[in-house]
Nanobody, 127 residues
């Protein structure tokens, strides 16, 4: 059974940093593209970043480029999202997700393309 468990959310001030982690179990990193999404109440879930160890592809939401960095540690089966220079508009529930479409260049941020989801963690940026 594929499971994803996020951690690392919290409350930080404008301009601060957080690192989210997502521990995966029940599957091999190379078999999936894995990504981070976020959602605020009343809005659609949006893709933030994706990484694939299958083909090395990565992708980022335009508004987080240069501030967020996605990485993975296959030995620990863990996905990370380092978030720097956080802004109030980054406030959301963040989810990690895995797609059997192994390349980020193919699955992109189409939520329907991701079969497995974590429970989400709250990230709140105060102004």
């Amino acid at each position: 059974e594929v499971q994803l468990v996020e951690s690392g959310g919290g409350l930080v001030q404008d301009g601060g940093s957080l690192r989210l982690s997502c521990v995966a179990s029940g599957w091999t990193f190379g078999d999936f593209a894995i990504g981070w999404f976020r959602q605020v109440p009343g809005k659609e879930r949006e893709g933030v970043s994706c990484i694939s160890s299958y083909d090395g592809s990565t992708s980022y939401l335009e508004s987080v480029k240069g501030r967020f960095t996605i990485s993975s540690d296959s030995a620990k089966n863990t996905l990370y999202l380092q978030m720097n220079r956080l802004k109030p508009e980054d406030t959301a529930v963040y989810y990690c997700a895995a797609s059997r479409i192994r390349s980020c260049n193919v699955v992109r941020f189409t939520t329907i393309g991701y079969e497995y989801w974590g429970q989400g963690v709250q990230v709140t940026i105060s102004s």
